[in-house]
T-cell receptor, first 112, second 115 residues
Framework: EDKVVQSPLSLVVHEGDTVTLNCSYE??????LLWYKQEKKAPTFLFML????IEKKSGRLSSILDKKELFSILNITATQTGDSAVYLC????????????FGKGTKLTVNP | ETGVTQSPTHLIKTRGQQVTLRCSSQ?????VSWYQQALGQGPQFIFQ???????GRGNFPPRFSGLQFPNYSSELNVNALELDDSALYLC??????????????FGPGTRLLVL
């Protein structure tokens, strides 16, 4: 059975801290891995990772994929209160419908 | 904003009733996927429609059904509602076919409460 596991499930930090969110997966026919940020309802797209070792970066957020060890990390530096959200990791499988297999998410709370 | 819209935003139903949720996909997208997100959980794949045909289904019973229209908008129907159907229902649009883009863009969701 396909599995995507995120850790930690929740995290409370202070503004300015750096955080690392983890996502490990056991999925047949892996195609790519996506990170989303969910604040209230709609998950908003952050990154798509397909190749190992290539860091994707957007402002204070960065992410990397390790296809050998089957995990990805999402780093957020100099956190701000606006980074408070649930961060979802999802894996896309090859073949057939491109359904996303999601983890449970990491709830990040950034306190002033 | 992704350009994906859903209606209604909130809905309250009682057990045994039927519900229809609607989704308009982003312009240029021909694929709509539906997900159920229970409180504190990640979204679970229900099914996907590509060019008006069902293109994959998750582990949901047949009382969850859907449609996609020629303009690529979509409906999710749930019959014989159960308490456990209470969740946030998300639709996501993408461009499928030979030039697949895995990135799916989500709508704001419909929060369904079954009493």
């Amino acid at each position: 059975e396909d599995k995507v596991v995120q850790s930690p499930l929740s995290l409370v930090v202070h503004e300015g801290d750096t955080v690392t969110l983890n996502c490990s997966y056991e999925v047949t026919n892996f195609r790519s891995l996506l990170w989303y940020k969910q604040e209230k309802k709609a998950p908003t797209f952050l990154f798509m990772l397909t190749s190992s070792g290539i860091e994707k970066k957007s402002g204070r957020l960065s992410s990397i994929l390790d296809k050998k060890e089957l995990f990805s990390i999402l780093n957020i530096t100099a956190t701000q209160t606006g980074d408070s959200a649930v961060y979802l990791c999802a894996v896309v499988k090859q073949g057939g419908s491109e359904k996303l297999v999601f983890g449970k998410g990491t709830k990040l709370t950034v306190n002033p | 904003e992704t350009g994906v819209t859903q209606s209604p935003t909130h809905l309250i139903k009682t057990r045994g009733q039927q519900v229809t949720l609607r989704c308009s996909s982003q312009s240029g997208h021909n694929t709509v996927s539906w997900y159920q997100q229970a409180l504190g959980q990640g979204p679970q794949f229900i099914f996907q429609y590509y060019r008006e045909e069902e293109n994959g289904r998750g582990n949901f019973p047949p009382r969850f059904s859907g449609l996609q229209f020629p303009n690529y908008s979509s409906e999710l129907n749930v019959n014989a509602l159960e308490l456990d159907d209470s969740a946030l229902y998300l639709c996501a649009s993408s461009f499928g076919g030979s030039a697949v883009q895995e990135t799916q863009y989500f709508g704001p969701g419909t929060r369904l409460l079954v009493l």
